[in-house]
């Protein structure tokens, strides 16, 4: 199984509980929840997100994950 990263923001409710129901049914599933943000975290916290991202490939190069 390949691993699965969401990345949703704590103030988008619908998207951060759909989330978890899909992490619950999926093993390899990872949620990142980033504080202070809504629906486009990517926008309103690019920075965060792009070192999250980094995180992710980083120990994948690795192997980790």
């Known amino acids: 199984q ?3 990263h969401l990345v949703v923001g704590a103030q988008d409710t619908r998207y951060r509980d ?3 129901r899909m992490a619950a049914l999926a093993p390899a599933m ?3 929840v980033f504080a202070g943000a809504g629906h486009n975290v990517h926008v309103e ?3 965060r997100c792009a070192g999250y991202l980094a995180e992710v ?3 994948r190069t690795r192997g980790e994950a």
């Open 2 to 4: 390949r691993p699965v």
């Open 18 to 20: 759909i989330a978890a």
């Open 30 to 32: 990872h949620v990142r």
């Open 45 to 47: 916290q690019p920075e």
């Open 57 to 59: 490939f980083a120990a």
